[in-house]
């Protein structure tokens, strides 16, 4: 039987939900969220979006700020803290760079400068893995009519 790898559950079921949400700090140390389509996990654990250098959150993570890149998918939820740095590499661009990624950026292109990726280097992560709505009630009656805990579900911390 092949052993469970918690590092590679939460970062192909990352990767497979799509979208997260980046959680910055503002200059006035507030927490700012938005969704980002997650465009690549690599096998190092970066994590790759694209954005337009003219937004806030651009401002929001130079100088190594700490970030958090959630996602909560039908019976899954992960966080992964670490930090986000500006990149403008075009081939990167091009080669995420669709018809999907047009809609959102209009007639802007993967050379232009104002297009840019936003490279999040992990530190850390914790998900939660639930193997769906019928299991955990039946857990959650387990552990309320019994001396044991329920169990809905997985939850690990990794270091990344």
């Not at 997650?38 to 190092?44: F, G, K, N, V």
């Not at 019976?75 to 809609?103: H, L, M, N, P």
Request: glycine share 8%; hydrophobic share 35%.
């Amino acid at each position: 039987m092949a052993e469970h790898d918690p590092v590679k559950t939460l970062l192909e079921k990352t990767e497979k939900a799509g979208v997260a949400m980046l959680a910055t700090t503002d200059s006035g140390g507030r927490i700012v969220s938005r969704p980002m389509a997650i465009q690549e996990i690599e096998p190092d654990h970066t994590i790759w979006f694209i954005t337009r250098v003219s937004t806030t959150k651009i401002g929001e993570v130079t100088g190594s700020q700490p970030v958090n890149v959630t996602v909560a998918e039908k019976g899954f939820w992960a966080s992964i803290t670490g930090t986000a740095t500006v990149e403008g590499d075009v081939e990167r661009k091009k080669r995420y760079w669709s018809k999907t990624t047009e809609a959102f950026f209009g007639e802007s292109q993967p050379e232009d400068s104002d297009i840019v990726l936003l490279k999040v280097d992990p530190d850390t992560g914790e998900y939660w893995d639930s193997p769906g709505m019928p299991a955990t009630v039946v857990e959650v009656i387990k552990g309320m009519v019994s001396d044991e805990p329920a169990r809905p579900g997985e939850s690990n911390t990794v270091e990344l």
